[in-house]
């Protein structure tokens, strides 16, 4: 309730922060959910478009990073991996390379294969 409360006061520097918290909430119920599914797909997206026109990088890669956790537990893989390099282009241009460096071990033919 405080995250929405930020959000009207303050949409860009919040709304991003309560859509990525629909889509979480969303996801815990997609497997079970037709709707919910949808929700947590439009709440993920609306979250890192949100954060990237607002300046937020780390937002934008923390909600690639969790949507691409979501696509990978639905099954989705394409979407899973186009949000994986998503997020691991948003870490490094917020300069956390030690997240880069993890992504890169947990998802090399992902990771590597995007920049050639």
Known sequence: KK???????????????????????????????????????????????GASDTGFVNAAAIASERAAEFYNSIGKHEQFASHIVQAYQLYSKWGADGKCECIGKQHPELVFKSQY
């Open 3 to 49: 995250f929405i409360n930020w959000a009207r006061d303050c949409p860009s520097n919040n709304t991003h922060k309560v859509l990525l918290l629909k889509a979480e909430d969303a996801s815990l119920f997609a497997l079970k959910s037709k709707k919910k599914r949808e929700i947590a797909e439009q709440a993920y997206n609306a979250a890192i478009l």
